[in-house]
Each structure stands twice: as structure tokens, then as C-alpha cells.
């Protein structure tokens, strides 16, 4: 089973330090979260099993970490200026602010009065001063998307990396959106990270290239852990793609609040290279761009048989970590209640905690002193993180671990400092086995292959 709701899947981050309220002592901020021991190992692992599929298995697909602060030249001509926007609305009756897709048939989703204001436009980005000045001359914005960095720096890599198409240009990072109404726990939030992959393609051949990232993205998120009956792909209808889209199609998830999107894969087009080309007018570019007047470079390549300049089409998977990480969290989530005990079947993988080295009893010091040198030869083949556990109380430890979802106990108890043997414990089998100092190396490693 998942996770009934969202109360329960918070109540559970809090408590086992995945997900904490940022600022709590003040009162918290709504929209930012802050990640815990737990939960910044689960993050940086899901981020590295993205990176590892994208760049290491991968021949064509250079990587990349842009500036977070960018120029408002940038997100003026990629059209997030002037797009970039919710329809905002009042309620008159309780004070309440929405969105305009969020009204309950044109009524105040908390009161329920249809006296609303007019909708007007709210531009979601952040604005922030550069330099000592604070005025309109030297500002710039915290990213609303990883995105066009990869863009502008399109020439510069394919410079330094002599790719020639197909190839695509990867980054994870930090992107800030000002919603209006955050939601759903971290599912909608104000300052997020993004894994996003431009896969730069030549024009005609972007269909078949956007059906191939489509079904990779599906499938790479059933490795992770994803039942596939909790997927759906659903393609966005014309009149509801974003100003850069020729065709997108989001992969659904059924959260605990409802199905909603968990990575889009969009086909670009030519826009974003074509809006960040200087002489617009010496290629044939196929979707409307804004005139650009002060970008120096032609993001372009050659074809090396007609000798002819293009802009390549884009096609581009994207998906929030911490979507990915809420999805996880929702499926790994089992109540086990024949043994009285909560599990998170995590992938082993992205569990924050690879294996816990648990001496028998507290603060023996040969007990203690062996745990640790098994904790070092583990650690030391760098699967991921390995705990100590010296609280003596076997029991609660392994529900504990199991609770965080750590694959694998270790025991050290007294017939160890006899023999070496150790108990290993496997957490959703919850079978135990005797093994000695080599086979526990094998064990080990045999586990995460």
C-alpha cells in the first residue's frame, strides 16, 4: 500500500528527519522546506541516479551548472517576461487570494461567494539587486528555470566538446517560482531544485526524438521504484501549451492529493536558440520569436553536406526533485501490520542510509570498537552512507531503520568478537542470516548491483 495522505507522509518526514518546515522556530515560511539527514541523502541520491542515466550511461549528453542569478535580457527574449504569469483574483468576501484555475466553478474555493475581483496578471519571478544601487538599472532574476542557461550557453559547449547532433546538455539545480497559493506539501513550492536535459536535434527528425524521450523518461522512473499503474501519460492539449511548446506530454502520478504531473517532456522547437540568435533573419526559424537586438552569437550549427546553417529543435525532459522525491516517499510508503511496523521500501540505491552497523549491547567497547571497523570497510567501497548504531536496543533500531527505509542491519554481538561472523537483517524480508567478514564484503555489494 501507499501512503493514505499527505498528513501521514509529512507526519512521517518530520519525525524521521526527511522534510522539515523551513524557518519553523519563526513560524515557517509557506512554500520553502528544508531537508533533514535523511532527506538530503534521498534527494542527492535520486539527483545522482538521474546524473548517472544522463551523463554516465550515456554518449551524448554533456553536463552543466549555470548561474542562479540571471540577466532580465535572457528571460525578456525567451518570452518568461511577458508569459511568465498566473490570473490572479480576490475573493471580496473572506480576503482570500487564487488563482484563476483554482476557483471551484468561478466561486471562492474557501467561502464559496462568486464576489471576486477582476483576474489580473502576476509575474511569478523573483527580482533581486545587483551591485550597491537598489533601482531599475541593476537588477537581475533568480532563475524560474534551469533552462535558458543551458540555451545560452548552447555555442559554448558545443564549442569546447566538438558534439555534433544529435546531443543534449543536462543540469540539476535550483529554480524559483513566486506562486501564489503553495500546496501540497512540497509537491508546490516557491524555491525548488530541477532535472532538466535540452536534447538538441535537427528540425524534422524532433517528433520521433520526443516519442523516444518520452518513453525512456517513463520507463526510467518504473526503475526507480514507480508502480507503473500509478503512471499516465497525458498530452497536453494545444490550447494549454506553453508559449515554447509544439507538443508536450507529462508524465501523471497519482499523489495522495490526486494525479497530478511529475516530469513534462516538451518539444521546443527552435524558439529558445532561435530567440537567442543574433540576425534572426539568416535562418529559417519556425516558431514566433521575439526580435532580438543585443544577443551576439549565432546559436546555430552547419550541415556539413549543404554547407547550410540551422537552429536545432529542442526537445526537453523536466521534472522537479522534490516531486520525485514526494512520489517516492508516497510509493515506498507500507504499513506492515501483521509485524506492527511502518517500512519504507525504498530502491536500495536511493535509500538515505545504505546499511546500520548495530553493536548488541551499549557501549561495550569491543562490541562498539568492531562495529566501527566494519562501518569503515564498508563506507569504504562508497555505495553510500553506512550508520553506527550504539544505542543498544535491537528492536527499536530495526524499526527505526526500516522506517527510513535502510536496506540492510548489521549486529554485532558477542559471538562476533569469537568468530567475526555478524547477523545481517534484510529489511523487507526481514530474514536474518550468519555471515562471515569476506562474505558480508560480497553480501554487501552484491546487494546494490
Known amino acids: 500500500m501507499v501512503s493514505k495522505t499527505m498528513e501521514e507522509l509529512a507526519?512521517?518526514?518530520?519525525?524521521?528527519?526527511?522534510?522539515?518546515?523551513?524557518?519553523?522556530?519563526?513560524?515557517?515560511?509557506?512554500?520553502?522546506?528544508?531537508?533533514?539527514?535523511?532527506?538530503?541523502?534521498?534527494?542527492?541520491?535520486?539527483?545522482?541516479?538521474?546524473?548517472?542515466?544522463?551523463?554516465?550511461?550515456?554518449?551524448?549528453?554533456?553536463?552543466?551548472?549555470?548561474?542562479?542569478?540571471?540577466?532580465?535580457?535572457?528571460?525578456?527574449?525567451?518570452?518568461?517576461?511577458?508569459?511568465?504569469?498566473?490570473?490572479?483574483?480576490?475573493c471580496k468576501s473572506c480576503k482570500s487570494r487564487w488563482t484563476v484555475d483554482q476557483l471551484d466553478n468561478q466561486s471562492c474555493p474557501n467561502c464559496k461567494s462568486k464576489d471576486l475581483t477582476d483576474p489580473r496578471p502576476f509575474n511569478l519571478?523573483?527580482?533581486?539587486?545587483?551591485?550597491?544601487?537598489?533601482?531599475?538599472?541593476?537588477?537581475?532574476?533568480?532563475?524560474?528555470?534551469?533552462?535558458?542557461?543551458?540555451?545560452?550557453?548552447?555555442?559554448?559547449?558545443?564549442?569546447?566538446?566538438?558534439?555534433?547532433l544529435p546531443f543534449g546538455i543536462a543540469q540539476i539545480g535550483k529554480a524559483f517560482r513566486n506562486e501564489i497559493t503553495p500546496r501540497n506539501f512540497i509537491f508546490r513550492v516557491r524555491e525548488f531544485e530541477q532535472m532538466e536535459l535540452e536534447f538538441f536535434v535537427e528540425p524534422g527528425l524532433d517528433d520521433e526524438w520526443h516519442k523516444y524521450w518520452v518513453d525512456s523518461r517513463f520507463n526510467w522512473w518504473i526503475?526507480?521504484?514507480?508502480?507503473?499503474?500509478?503512471?499516465?501519460?497525458?498530452?497536453?492539449?494545444?490550447?494549454?501549451?506553453?508559449?515554447?511548446?509544439?507538443?508536450?506530454?507529462?508524465?501523471?502520478?497519482?499523489?495522495?492529493?490526486?494525479?497530478?504531473?511529475?516530469?513534462?517532456?516538451?518539444?521546443?522547437?527552435?524558439?529558445?536558440?532561435?530567440?537567442?540568435?543574433?540576425?534572426?533573419?539568416?535562418?529559417?526559424?519556425?516558431?514566433?520569436?521575439?526580435?532580438?537586438?543585443?544577443?551576439?552569437?549565432?546559436?546555430?550549427?552547419?550541415?556539413?553536406?549543404?554547407?547550410?546553417?540551422?537552429?536545432?529543435?529542442?526537445?526537453?525532459?523536466?521534472?522537479?526533485?522534490?516531486?520525485?522525491?514526494?512520489?517516492?516517499?508516497?510509493?515506498?510508503?507500507?504499513?506492515?501490520?501483521?509485524?506492527?511496523?511502518?517500512?519504507?521500501?525504498?530502491?536500495?540505491?536511493?535509500?538515505?542510509?545504505?546499511a546500520a552497523v548495530i553493536p548488541l549491547k551499549r557501549n561495550n567497547e569491543q562490541l562498539v570498537e568492531y562495529a566501527k571497523f566494519i562501518k569503515s570497510k564498508l563506507q569504504k567501497l562508497g555505495l553510500g552512507r553506512i550508520a553506527l548504531e550504539n544505542s543498544g536496543n535491537i528492536g527499536k533500531n530495526y524499526r527505526r531503520h526500516d522506517e527510513i527505509g535502510t536496506p540492510l542491519c548489521i549486529t554485532v554481538d558477542f559471538e562476533t568478537l569469537e568468530d567475526k561472523t555478524v547477523t545481517v537483517r534484510d529489511r523487507d524480508t526481514m530474514k536474518q542470516q550468519r555471515v562471515g567478514p569476506e562474505e558480508l564484503i560480497k553480501y554487501y555489494q552484491k546487494y546494490f548491483e
Open 223 to 354: 526503475d526507480q521504484g514507480i508502480d507503473k499503474k500509478r503512471l499516465e501519460l497525458h498530452e497536453v492539449q494545444k490550447d494549454e501549451l506553453s508559449h515554447y511548446s509544439k507538443a508536450t506530454v507529462d508524465i501523471m502520478y497519482t499523489f495522495p492529493h490526486g494525479k497530478e504531473e511529475l516530469e513534462g517532456i516538451a518539444n521546443r522547437t527552435d524558439f529558445d536558440l532561435g530567440s537567442h540568435t543574433k540576425n534572426q533573419g539568416d535562418f529559417n526559424i519556425s516558431s514566433k520569436v521575439m526580435k532580438n537586438k543585443k544577443s551576439t552569437t549565432k546559436l546555430a550549427v552547419q550541415n556539413l553536406a549543404n554547407k547550410n546553417w540551422f537552429i536545432p529543435y529542442v526537445i526537453e525532459p523536466s521534472a522537479g526533485v522534490e516531486r520525485g522525491v514526494l512520489a517516492l516517499l508516497n510509493e515506498a510508503y507500507k504499513v506492515d501490520e501483521k509485524n506492527s511496523r511502518t517500512v519504507l521500501a525504498l530502491k536500495p540505491h536511493l535509500s538515505p542510509i545504505k
Open 125 to 164: 519571478m523573483f527580482k533581486t539587486s545587483i551591485g550597491p544601487v537598489d533601482d531599475d538599472s541593476a537588477f537581475a532574476y533568480l532563475r524560474p528555470e534551469t533552462a535558458q542557461q543551458i540555451f545560452t550557453n548552447f555555442k559554448n559547449v558545443l564549442d569546447s566538446t566538438n558534439r555534433v
Open 11 to 90: 507526519s512521517l518526514c518530520k519525525r524521521r528527519g526527511f522534510i522539515f518546515q523551513s524557518n519553523d522556530i519563526y513560524g515557517g515560511v509557506k512554500g520553502l522546506y528544508d531537508y533533514g539527514p535523511m532527506g538530503v541523502e534521498l534527494k542527492n541520491n535520486l539527483k545522482q541516479s538521474w546524473w548517472k542515466s544522463m551523463i554516465y550511461e550515456r554518449d551524448d549528453i554533456e553536463g552543466l551548472d549555470a548561474t542562479i542569478l540571471t540577466a532580465p535580457d535572457v528571460l525578456k527574449h525567451s518570452g518568461h517576461e511577458d508569459t511568465f504569469s498566473d490570473p490572479l483574483v480576490d
